[in-house]
């Protein structure tokens, strides 16, 4: 009986990845597993200003990380909600991943290939960075003589 692979061959995800933490790293370690490569739209800071997001890092730094990253085989800018299907064709792509918080919202995509949805990591958020960062500036600038 052959093993049965259920190796895909290119994975893509997108995400705009600020403050790199580790429920960012925890998702691209098991997108990574899913197939023989990872490759990761990142949003361009023009396309956070229409999502409604303020990142901390520019664009630059934030796929910079993604690249250091051992999970990550390539990036590029996502700049629009409408550029998958291509980006699916262009990278040829069998597999589609995204955490959980966006369940169900790219099933269209099935179309062209393979779509899952993975579990987030709790309890870790870049928003929730941020809250633990202005706290902690405004208890160090009380402390501080
Ligand atoms: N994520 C996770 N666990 C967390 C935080 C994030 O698994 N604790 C996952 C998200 O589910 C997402 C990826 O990490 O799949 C990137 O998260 P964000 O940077 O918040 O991405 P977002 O701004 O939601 O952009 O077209 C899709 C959008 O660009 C997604």
Known sequence: M???????????????????????V????RLAELGDRLIVGCSS?????????TCVMPFEHRAEILMACRYVAD????????????DIHRFNADVF???????????ELSAHCDVIYLSRTENISTTRLKTVMRNWEDT????TV
């Open 75 to 86: 990036v590029f800018p996502e700049d629009s909600w409408d550029q998958k299907v291509g």
């Open 97 to 107: 991943a995204m955490g959980d918080d966006w369940a169900g919202k790219f099933d």
């Open 140 to 143: 160090a600038g009380k402390t």
């Open 26 to 29: 925890r998702l691209l370690r």
């Open 45 to 53: 800071d023009e396309f956070n200003r229409i999502k409604g997001k």
């Open 2 to 24: 052959l093993p049965v692979t259920s190796k895909y061959n290119v994975v893509l995800t997108y995400g705009t990845f600020d403050l790199f933490h580790v429920g960012h």
